[in-house]
């Protein structure tokens, strides 16, 4: 169980599946794409920058069919490491703690 540390931000609630308004159809499947692909509590409000710069990133190699430049292909791989979307970087993902999740009866023992 995840204990929330001294002064740490509480986090801002879930992060909506709906895609920011200013994106082009095929950013928002992106984004919607990105958003339904992650570990389950993960993501709250406070991430959607982030996942709007990988959905963009994700569109724009899909439309050049992969012909992104070094320095955007850069910042799509460091992207995905910040949302834990790769091998490496999944196990230093956290989930948030859901106030409607039913306490288990083991949490006692978690530390």
């Not at 909506?16 to 919607?32: G, I, K, L, V």
């Not at 910042?75 to 949302?83: A, D, P, Q, Y």
């Amino acid at each position: 169980k995840r204990q929330q540390r001294d002064k740490e931000p509480e986090t801002t609630g879930p992060l909506s599946t709906d895609a920011p308004e200013w994106m082009t159809e095929h950013q928002q499947n992106c984004y919607r794409e990105v958003v339904s692909k992650m570990h389950k509590d993960v993501l709250c409000n406070a991430d959607g920058p982030i996942v709007e710069l990988v959905a963009c990133l994700i569109s724009e190699m899909r439309v050049n069919q992969g012909d992104l430049n070094g320095s955007k292909m850069g910042r799509l791989l460091s992207g995905l490491e910040r949302l834990g979307m790769t091998p490496s970087s999944r196990s230093k993902v956290q989930a948030m703690q859901r106030d409607d999740k039913p306490a288990s009866p083991l949490d006692e023992f978690a530390a």
